[in-house]
């Protein structure tokens, strides 16, 4: 398996414009998880999907974000509209059950809001 | 990539001795507690976890240990690598519940 795939790498917008970041977890894995990186604030939960369904968006922090998981497969995390202060590296990770502590990170994707 | 704060803890360790790194956590409820390690521009990555009822447990060249006494942690890394270059983070799980609580993280530089 490739591991989580997430893309963009990199994403640079204007403040204003809506941003989608994706995500395919590893398959098999019915548990995913946003979070978002930032020097001050370290790793932050945005959201956890079981088996596709949303269990706990508390991490999410205005309703310009918002995060779907159509099917086992695949997660969108949208940010509208984008504003600066969204600069950061937002990591999506798939585990194998919600209790496991062994998440499975992607590479992440670097979002530059200017 | 960036992934750390401004005052993160740094541990400088000479290429081939052991290193420690350390951590305090909060929840005496937590059922696992765990090691991950983020090289620079990528994920954090799974190390090793410890559950609540041990008190050590061993990896390829890790040791985790916990005292629950003092609400402490620590990993062990024998003959530390350039590889081993990164930020660890401890985290704790609480009571099966999917939700892993990370700590500010530690930068452990080798120095050859």
């Known amino acids: 398996d490739a591991g989580v795939i997430q893309s963009p790498r990199h994403e640079v917008t204007e403040m204003g414009q809506e941003v989608t970041l994706r995500c395919k977890p590893i398959s098999g894995h019915n548990s995913l998880f946003w979070y978002r990186q930032t020097m001050m604030r370290g790793l932050e939960l945005l959201i956890y999907f079981n088996n596709n369904v949303p269990i706990d968006d508390s991490g999410m922090p205005e309703d310009r974000f918002s995060a779907k998981m159509p099917n086992a497969s695949f997660s969108t995390l949208k940010i509208q509209p984008s504003e600066p202060r969204d600069s950061a590296v937002y990591f999506c990770a798939s585990s194998f059950r919600g209790g496991s502590t062994e998440a499975f990170f992607g590479q992440g994707t670097r979002l530059t809001v200017v | 990539g960036e992934s750390v704060g401004l005052h993160l803890p740094t541990l400088s360790v000479q290429e081939g001795d052991n290193s420690i790194i350390n951590c305090a956590y909060s929840n005496s409820a937590s059922d696992y507690f765990i090691w991950y390690k983020q090289e620079s521009g990528k994920g954090p990555q799974f190390i090793i976890d410890i559950r609540s009822n041990m008190d050590k447990r061993q990896g390829q060249r890790v040791t985790v240990l916990l005292n629950k006494t003092v609400k402490h942690l620590s990993l062990q890394i024998a003959a530390t690598q350039p590889g081993d270059s990164a930020v660890y983070f401890c985290?704790?799980?609480?009571?099966?519940?999917?939700?892993?609580?990370w700590g500010a993280g530690t930068k452990l530089i080798i120095k050859p």
């Open positions: 985290a704790e799980n609480k009571g099966g519940n999917y939700q892993l609580i």
